[in-house]
């Protein structure tokens, strides 16, 4: 199947239109959209654009709520509960990390935890957004079951991913974003979408055996094995269990079920980097940091070291300039 190339204002204005089609205000659709193509930008087409038809059918069958009224509860001097009245997840957790950064530059460190949320996309473009505001980050969030934990022959935690982002000066930020999962169930899907072939160590089929066809998968592996399967643990006590919401099997799937809400949680954690030693101090470590790994010889087959985000970050260069491929079905829905 080929792709269409799509400059990115286009491809922000499709996702809008879509979404505003949907009885999305005009301003969450925004959001919407620029964490959509944010991912697109980067390279990670699971949680791009592709997500939009998704979201649209949930809030035709009322699984999203298009104009929520969010709502937040002080929980000490560094910690807030956040309410997301079950709209978009985007738009929740972007209003609750600014809640977040500010806490950070308040207190030092600060804390929200998110509920009745839904999907919300790259977790990269929060922990960007935080950067941009000079803040240390952790964002993760559980979904649905997914992988099968370490041993096990059915899936119980979802891919549970987590993000972290650093704050640099004469460098872009350090952005760590990954599943729990050897993949995000979204790369899955985009190899459905392509008719391409997966790695033999993304996912089982009903029996448990390693499959290359992405329609065959039936569950996801967690990343290295029983360090992957403790990771996702962390993010559901984190997210789940610490906020009295979901947790494993209990969490609503994506996929299947769109006429109820899905009442995810998201928890983020932030820091002013200032706490311990100077702000300007720490961003010159950063920056020394990231010199210093650039200038490790590199590997057979490799052109040099990068630091984890930075090749999203380079691809995203390129395709600012060039435009996003976006598979010709996914294009045809946006224009249709």
Known sequence: ????????????????????????????????????????????????????????????????????VF???????????????NGMGHVITKEAMDHAIQLAKDNGIGIVGVVNSSHCGALSYFAQQAAGQDTISMIMTHTDRAVVPFGGADSYFGTNPIAY????????PVILDMATSNVA???VLHARETGKDIPN????????APVTDPNLVKHLLPISGPK???????????TGVLTGFSFGPGIST??????????????????????FIDKNEFMQNM???IDELHEVKPAEGFDSVLVPGEPEQLKEEVRQKEGIPVPESIYNYLTS
Request: glycine share 10%; net charge negative; charged share 25%.
């Open 1 to 68: 199947m080929s792709d269409v190339i799509v400059k990115k204002d286009e491809l922000k204005s499709l996702v809008i239109n879509k979404l505003t089609e949907a009885k999305v205000n005009e301003d969450h659709a925004e959001v919407v959209a620029d964490v959509l193509v944010h991912a697109d930008l980067r390279g990670v087409s699971s949680h791009g654009v592709l997500r939009t038809e998704h979201y649209v059918k949930r809030l035709g069958e009322g699984g999203m709520n298009p104009n929520p």
């Open 201 to 208: 160590n993304w996912g089982v089929d009903e029996n448990g």
């Open 254 to 275: 994506m996929y299947g079920d769109y006429k109820n809400y899905r009442r995810l949680s998201h928890t983020i954690i932030t820091i002013n980097p200032g706490l």
């Open 287 to 289: 920056d020394n940091m």
């Open 228 to 238: 992957g399967y403790g990771l996702a643990l962390v993010v559901d006590v984190l």
């Open 71 to 85: 709502h937040t509860e002080q929980k000490g001097s560094s910690a807030i509960l956040f309410d997301g009245d």
């Open 165 to 172: 982002g650093f704050p640099a000066n004469k460098h872009r």
């Open 185 to 187: 169930l979204g790369k």
